[in-house]
């Protein structure tokens, strides 16, 4: 007879077991597979360290017909993402003005401030990318052109990245 702790753990492990399911049953492609795309794309534009690239590459990769939309799906979210987290940016500007600036850090902003929302388009950019984004609202960059280069940067990665995954493993992965 099972002791009350371990057909707890068991009756845990058992709910857990089918809340994941449930979730990968929700999130599961193609049904929900470019709304998936979208928030993956707008969470990982956002300061949490997340990827979505593999997700957009997933998708197209099971449905090769949706290469344009899981594309475009992508990045409308990677930019909007990014447009929170630049208002994210805009709203600190205060708090961060209380605190001073190292000298490299004044470096860093002026060359920002000679870019401008050209910047913006670096916002692809692993680890630097949706900080870029928060800077260039702190700085108070024009809202609509820094969209715009975000928009511009992040379409040419979704597009280049997935097309040269696809064309390095076009029989998928046999892990």
Known sequence: MPT???????????RMEAWIEHLITLLALPKFGLSTVFVVSFI??????LGSEPIVFGLVKLNPELFWPAILIGTAGNTLGGAFTWAMG????????????SASHVRALRWLERLGPKACLLSWLPIVGDPLCAVAGWLKFPFWPCVFYMGLGKFARYAIMTATLLSAFPGGFNW
Do not use: C, F, N, R
């Open 4 to 14: 009350m702790l371990t057909s707890g753990a068991a009756y845990t492990g058992a």
């Open 44 to 49: 990982s534009a956002t300061l949490l360290p």
């Open 90 to 101: 805009y709203e600190a500007h205060q708090i961060v003005d209380k605190y001073g600036h």
